[in-house]
């Protein structure tokens, strides 16, 4: 399936199918505790041949893996941060390539939404991705997984506590533009607002500064 994908040939929306179903078969894996090493040397040439817009769509595929188990029917879904931890975690640090050619705007856009579908594991995610991270253009603070379903206020509990505070903090810092020219995402001044009430020190970071005068302009 996976050679499939990088031999070309297939319609773009196929191409897209067999990615995801590439990717999950390993996350999958991972989360039942199944071998999934005959399908790393595919999967992982797949991921470094493909263009950047499918190897888009396959990191997209790990917030979807995450939401998908953790909206499992059943009387006990499992929590977010047990998925992380059996699986998100191992597929960002074993299959995932991680030459710096694989980094890039709509890379980091499919994954800057991880940490705050992983739960209390955000920290964690976040340093599980930040080689990943660089500037992307966002119109509102839905992309990085923030916002309500209302489209107007942040989500409840979306960061709780100093540590996840400052690890959104890093998250913001390092996929918002440093340039004049970049867009200001809608609700960054409310996300940073939660930030400073979890972490009240991060308002002398220089990280904070920054987004706050873009917020500003």
Not at 57 to 81: C, I, N, Q
Not at 154 to 175: F, H, P, Q, S, Y
Not at 204 to 213: E, G, K, T, W
């Amino acid at each position: 399936m996976a050679r499939r994908v990088v031999n070309g040939g297939l319609e773009m929306d196929i191409r897209q199918s067999l990615v995801e179903r590439v990717c999950f078969a390993i996350l999958d894996d991972m989360w039942n505790g199944q071998p999934y090493t005959d399908l790393l040397p595919d999967a992982q040439q797949m991921l470094r041949s493909v263009p950047d817009e499918l190897r888009a769509y396959a990191a997209l595929s790990v917030k979807r893996f995450v939401d998908d188990v953790a909206r499992s029917s059943g009387d006990s879904p499992p929590a977010r941060e047990e998925i992380f931890d059996c699986a998100i975690e191992s597929f960002l640090r074993d299959v995932w390539p991680q030459e710096r050619a694989a980094v890039t705007p709509a890379v980091s856009k499919a994954f800057a939404s991880v940490p705050a579908a992983s739960g209390r594991r955000f920290p964690r995610a976040v340093s599980s991705l930040r080689r990943f991270l660089v500037p992307f253009e966002a119109s509102s603070m839905h992309d990085w997984g923030f916002q309500a379903t209302d489209g107007d206020h942040l989500r409840d509990g979306i960061v709780v506590g100093v540590e996840e505070a400052a690890a959104a903090l890093e998250l913001l810092d390092l996929t918002i533009s440093k340039g004049a020219e970049g867009r200001v995402p809608r609700g960054l001044d409310a996300a940073l607002a939660v930030l400073a009430s979890e972490n009240p020190a991060l308002r002398r970071d220089s990280r904070f500064a920054r987004l706050a005068a873009l917020v500003r302009a």
